[in-house]
């Protein structure tokens, strides 16, 4: 009798009032069903341990020059409009809207209410529609999931339209710059994705909105970062951009797992997690370097243009489709994990930066004007190995370690970050996992074991009373003992052979720092400006060798 109720109750749910009529609507079913379905459609293939792996088809990323957010009374004057934000107008929304509604009429889809934010206090619904089952499954993976009776009375206060089978005609004419796009609309809370099936869109669409809704209504920080906690209840956050570590160095079997990529830091000081599941890279994936990645693919989890060996195994190495292979997967395939996903007090918090230039130090410890001009730089260095003919590493930034979501001004999440961090009283660390002794080709990348001693002796207190020296050129605080790392690598000049190549590195390195800061100087507190290198090309070195 309850279930034929639940049958009546999920009949009455049409999709009318959204404008989408006639179509055959299945309701947050679960990923066994729609695994199924998938394989049913010839849409996906089960992996030799019954794994969903599915191909995204034309897109194996995100199009970060197809994202768009409307423009209009709550969002012009508060948007930091330009590359990353670009503006559409509420009209042209409109009309794309009616078209993906049309598009989704009369079809089988797909529609999935979920939360995000764990933090009770915080949390929103959210309500997804999609054309695609593998789609919904990957939404069930990445938000919190309701319980039977949050189902019953859920009302959704943002909505995501789905549909990777709808191409705009005439983009120009709608503002757009091709036929797929991603864009947000804060005043209708609704989110349209068009033309891409990358589900990569969906999530960062929902990670883009709650980057302006939190700080702006909120008084939270939202941030791209990893966190964990130990059993002292003491929070570590670990900041960084992709290949820096933040997957692998937030998995540590001593504390458990907060999150692995978005997180909101409210007023009361409790860290939560934004999400219910885990999108990690699976490129060169083995279970020797990332364990509970390895462990966690199984059936439950959605394998993104992976490509198969002959016995239906997984060939990580294969790259032929995507560098970005990636896997889906809810946090609970995680062993050692924080439930529900907050935790309060956090004490540590890590920049983590590939430095393929072999110049900065395998760790320091900012001052908060540094760590509010690190922050807002987000470096790290592309290792150009993979391209013919590039020998050199490319310095890369992306403010707050995540621009490409960041709706407002990158000085307004720094500003937030050093009040809270001085509020807490929390310590702020740069950590290169990148090279030491020379750059990309001549030195050698900072073993991980090496990195997690640091990380380790930093959360139990050991380098509160060690002695520091100043880097010359970034004016950095470089610890001079560490337990369990060898010393002569703290200072990086001293695992260089030539001490005057690490200085003209290092120079023009601070220099990158210095051109990439120029756009965000006007709106930046001198006490910001001063967290940078000390030194520009233009000055003298001799006094400092």
């Known amino acids: 009798m309850e279930t034929l109720l639940k049958d009546q109750k999920m009949k009455t749910r049409d999709l009318n009032k959204y404008g989408i009529i006639d179509s055959k609507v299945h309701w947050n079913l679960s990923s066994e069903e729609l695994q199924a379905i998938t394989v049913e459609k010839g849409m996906g293939r089960e992996t030799a341990n019954g794994t969903l792996a599915i191909n995204t088809g034309k897109f194996t990323g995100r199009s970060p020059q197809d994202r768009f957010l409307v423009k209009d009374d709550y969002t012009k004057d508060r948007v930091w409009w330009g590359k990353t934000n670009k503006g559409i ?23 999935r209410d979920g939360f995000v934010c764990a933090d009770p206090k915080y949390r929103m619904g959210v309500r997804t529609i999609t054309e695609y089952p593998w789609s919904n499954m990957f939404i069930y993976n990445m938000f919190l999931r309701p319980t039977p009776e949050e189902l019953e009375n859920f009302e959704e206060e943002w909505l995501v339209l789905c549909a990777p089978g709808y191409e705009c005609p005439e983009p ?8 797929n796009f991603s864009i947000l609309n804060f005043t209708k809370k609704i989110a349209l994705v068009g033309g891409s099936a990358y589900t990569g869109e969906m999530k960062k669409g929902i990670f883009s909105a709650l980057n302006m809704i939190l700080p702006v209504d909120k008084n939270v920080l939202p941030m791209h970062c990893s966190a964990n906690v130990g059993e002292d209840g003491e929070t570590a956050i670990f900041f960084g951009l992709s290949g820096t570590g933040k997957t692998t160095l937030s998995a540590d079997p001593d504390r458990k797992l907060i999150g692995d990529d978005e997180h909101g830091w409210t007023a009361e000081n409790r860290i939560f997690n934004f999400e219910g599941g885990c999108y990690a890279k699976v490129i060169d994936l083995t279970e020797e370097k990332e364990p509970d990645i390895y462990r966690a693919i199984k059936p439950g989890a959605i394998l ?12 990580y190495m294969d790259s032929s489709i995507t560098q970005n292979t990636r896997v889906s997967y809810p946090i609970y395939h995680i062993d050692n994990i924080q439930q529900p996903s907050y935790a309060d007090n956090p004490k540590n918090i890590f920049f983590l930066t590939c430095d393929a230039f072999g110049v900065l130090p395998p760790v320091s410890k900012l001052t908060p004007g540094q760590a509010a001009y690190h922050f807002i730089s987000g470096y790290t ?3 150009a190995g993979t391209e013919a003919g590039i020998t050199e590493p490319v310095p890369s930034f992306s403010a707050c370690f995540g621009e490409p979501f960041m709706p407002l001004h990158p000085t307004k999440y720094a500003e937030m ?11 702020v660390w740069l950590l290169n996992t990148g090279w030491s002794g020379g750059p990309y080709g001549v030195g050698s990348r900072i073993k991980l074991k090496y990195t ?16 520091y020296e100043q880097h010359p050129i970034f004016g950095l605080n470089m610890p001079k003992y560490i337990p369990n790392v060898p010393t002569e690598m703290l200072d990086p000049m001293n695992t260089w052979l030539q001490k005057g190549a690490y200085i003209s590195k290092a120079i023009q390195l601070a220099h990158s720092f210095h051109l990439n800061f120029e756009k965000f ?13 000390l030194i520009d090309e233009h000055h003298h070195l001799g006094d400092h060798v």
């Open 381 to 383: 260095a592309k290792v």
């Open 417 to 427: 970050l050093s009040k809270k961090m001085q509020e807490a009283g929390v310590n």
């Open 521 to 533: 100087a006007s709106e930046a507190s001198n006490e910001i400006i001063e967290g940078g290198p």
């Open 172 to 179: 120009a004419k709608y503002g757009l710059r091709q036929g």
């Open 89 to 111: 107008s509420p009209e042209n929304f409109d009309y794309l809207q009616g078209e993906i509604e049309k598009y989704l009429s009369g079809k089988e889809i797909f529609a």
């Open 304 to 315: 993104e243009n992976v490509i198969f060996k002959d016995n239906g195994e997984v060939d």
């Open 452 to 467: 997690r001693a640091m990380i380790t002796a930093i959360l139990n207190g050991e380098l509160d009373n060690v002695d």
